[in-house]
């Protein structure tokens, strides 16, 4: 039987990395400043939903009467992009914005952790997105705004002199990605009414070799120089695009040429007081669910008990540790009382794989082998049931997050992610210190 010990020893340098990353910060005491070198300045912390945190919740209904059938959901994409831009500009930590489709009703659900305040958050959403086209220096046709109604960084980009055009998201028929030919570079085309192909006539006539910006909800989103006049009504932006930031402007553009009046269908708070309670009976639960985990497996398995809850206690730190180290990242996870719910099952299921092992070792010692061949048949004649039983659960939470909306979405990721770590903790884990203990 080969040595574990340097298996034994990546366990332990992971389950320390862990603890650092999972220990929370007490006044000066900083347990996370050895790992500063890899994870910068940021403080880890857990994404906490709007039922832990506690919040405003809520649901818009798009009025799509005015929007032909296939360009409704590319609208709704639209709108949703913008609310997000919107909230991230207004400061709200860790929104989360979906959208909900049953047949010609379309909803925008937005949950915004933190913010009590109803009439400012509508007012922040419900607005219809405003599409802007800037010059360099004031024309005939130009016009003059105060300095407070400046886009965002317009001054630094155009000069002192920029003006708005008399062009806007009214005059955009629509945009569509497109690819350069000559470098097979994706780009972004838009094709104007043909009025605003007039006007854009006009301005890329007097721009020649001067930057033209489009702005879209007072932040520039393009600023390109014009390389010669365009008089057939249509444009290309072009520049380091990929296949989704192209993409991803275009819808941008068309939220200008496809406004979506939108209306609110339900609104609610959750106050951070009800959600403190919800996150301690949470914790509670969990907690107490796996103490009594741990108590049922030393009864049951005796030694064997307590190495698996041994494993059991590693697979919580890494867990944990992931959720935290999630926050570093855009698509972190938020952690609600359904996700709570997904984390606790998978330490029920990370358990059920090591009774799988253990009642196998015992019908093997039963039969008469020594030790040593009890453990490695344990375990790889269990393995194949924990593996399909895991992949059927993988499958289902796929289909849960692919489909789901909400926290059915938030239940399948956190149960997925649980279901990867235990089949490590159940086969590498458990498996090393029994090797350990058997040799």
Not at 129 to 153: D, Q
Not at 312 to 329: E, P
């Amino acid at each position: 039987m080969r040595s574990p010990r340097f298996v034994l020893f990546f366990i332990i340098i992971i389950t320390f990395i862990s603890v650092v990353i999972d220990l929370p910060r007490i006044g000066n005491f900083d347990p996370q400043r050895i790992l500063r070198p890899f994870i910068g300045p940021n403080d880890l912390s857990y994404r906490l939903g709007l039922d832990l945190e506690g919040g405003t919740s809520i649901t818009f209904k798009a009025d799509m009467k005015d929007i032909a059938q296939d360009k409704r959901d590319g609208a709704i994409d639209a709108a949703k992009i913008i609310i997000e831009r919107r909230i991230n500009l207004f400061g709200v930590s860790e929104p989360v914005i979906q959208t909900a489709k049953s047949q010609d009703d379309y909803r925008i659900i937005v949950e915004l952790p933190g913010i009590t305040d109803l009439s400012s958050a509508i007012g922040l959403i419900g607005t219809t997105a405003k599409l802007e086209f800037w010059e360099e220096e004031a024309s005939e046709s130009g016009k003059t705004a105060s300095p407070s109604a400046y886009p965002l960084g317009i001054l630094e980009v155009l000069g002192p002199n920029a003006r708005e055009t008399d062009l806007g998201g009214a005059d955009l028929q629509e945009s569509s990605v497109t690819f350069d030919p000559n470098t097979g570079k994706p780009q972004v085309q838009l094709i104007f009414t043909q009025e605003g192909g007039s006007k854009f006539a006009q301005i890329s006539t007097r721009n020649v070799g001067k930057l033209v910006a489009i702005v879209l909800d007072n932040q520039i989103i393009e600023a390109a120089e014009v390389q010669t006049p365009i008089l057939d009504g249509n444009a290309v932006i072009s520049g380091n695009f990929t296949s989704d930031s192209a993409n991803r402007l275009s819808i941008q553009l068309n939220a200008g040429a496809l406004p979506v009046p939108l209306s609110v269908l339900e609104q609610h708070v959750v106050g951070p007081t009800l959600g403190k309670i919800s996150l301690a009976q949470s914790l509670f639960a969990g907690i107490l669910g796996f103490i009594v985990i741990v108590i049922f497996m030393i009864v049951l398995y005796k030694g064997l008990g307590i190495i698996a809850s041994l494993a059991l206690v590693i697979y919580v730190l890494i867990t944990l540790a992931i959720f935290k180290l999630s926050s570093l990242t855009p698509y972190g996870i938020t952690l609600t009382l359904s996700g709570i719910a997904g984390f606790v099952l998978s330490v029920g299921m990370a358990v059920d794989a090591n009774i799988l092992i253990f009642e196998r070792m015992k019908e093997e010692k039963r039969l008469g082998k020594r030790s040593e061949v009890v453990l490695e048949l344990g375990f790889l004649r269990a393995w194949t049931s924990i593996r399909d039983s895991n992949i059927a659960t993988l499958i289902t939470c796929f289909i849960l997050y692919q489909f789901g909306t909400g926290i059915v979405r938030g239940f399948a990721l956190v149960l997925a992610i649980g279901v990867l770590i235990s089949m490590f903790s159940a086969i590498v884990v458990t498996r090393t210190l029994l090797r350990l203990v058997y040799k």
